[in-house]
């Protein structure tokens, strides 16, 4: 079965500094990659969503990425502000199944 | 739309009572996806469902726990009997189908087993 992997599982940078978030995964069949955020005690908030046949996709600072043959995607957050701290989260869709990562926790220090 | 509705947001039982969660998923939307979130495990795939039909159930983790679809606008999801080890935040989750659509979370049961 999908393992997702991500890396680092914790990160605190200082306000301003740009950023990167890492996802992998062994079964390269995905149809999908999702990026989620994650504040403490909530549900899970859809950021990105990059399909099979898409190299990357872009919502304001937020630039995510994917390569399908490394088993990579990669989230780059632009000028990070402490509202950007909270848990993110990346799941794969295979068939019928959608594995999520265990998670970046991103600490943004004003 | 309102987004995918959980019912409760708490649920604090005893052990050996029967829980049932509620999960209403976006108007229009033919998937719909249970998870289990805990420190020790993280976000957890119990049983998926496509056009009110399970699907996937592989990730139930025991008979105690079963998932119902009844109609396009419902699906619970009960453990019975229920112990401590239940424990975690449910989520429920939907999207307009399988594969390449982005998928919506709810904001999750928190279910306590003392």
């Known amino acids: 079965k999908q393992e997702v992997t991500q890396i680092p599982a914790a990160l605190s940078v200082p306000e301003g500094e740009n950023l990167v978030l890492n996802c992998s995964f062994t079964?390269?069949?995905?149809?999908?990659l999702q990026w989620f955020r994650q504040d403490p005690g909530k549900g899970l908030t859809s950021l990105l969503l990059i399909q099979s046949s898409q190299r990357e996709q872009t919502s304001g600072r937020l630039n995510a990425s994917l390569d399908k043959s490394s088993g990579r995607s990669t989230l780059y957050i632009a000028a990070s502000q402490p509202g950007d701290s909270a848990t993110y989260l990346c799941a794969a869709y295979n068939n019928n199944d959608m594995r999520f990562g265990a998670g970046t926790r991103l600490t943004v220090k004003p | 739309d309102a987004g995918v509705i959980q019912s409760p947001r708490h649920e604090v039982t005893e052990m050996g009572q029967e829980v049932t969660l509620r999960c209403k998923p976006i108007?229009?939307?033919?998937?719909l996806f249970w998870y289990r979130q805990t420190m020790m495990r993280g976000l957890e795939l119990l049983i998926y469902?496509?056009?009110?039909?399970?699907?996937?159930d592989s990730g139930m983790p025991e008979d105690r726990f079963s998932a119902k679809m009844p109609n396009a606008s419902f699906s619970t999801l009960k453990i019975q009997p229920s112990e401590p080890r239940d424990s975690a935040v449910y989520f429920c989750?939907?999207?307009?189908?399988?594969?390449?659509?982005?998928?919506?979370f709810g904001q999750g049961t928190r279910l306590t087993v003392v």
């Open positions: 079964d390269s069949a995905i149809y999908n």
């Open positions: 108007s229009g939307h033919n998937s």
């Open positions: 469902f496509n056009n009110n039909v399970p699907i996937d």
């Open positions: 989750a939907s999207s307009l189908g399988t594969g390449h659509y982005e998928a919506f």
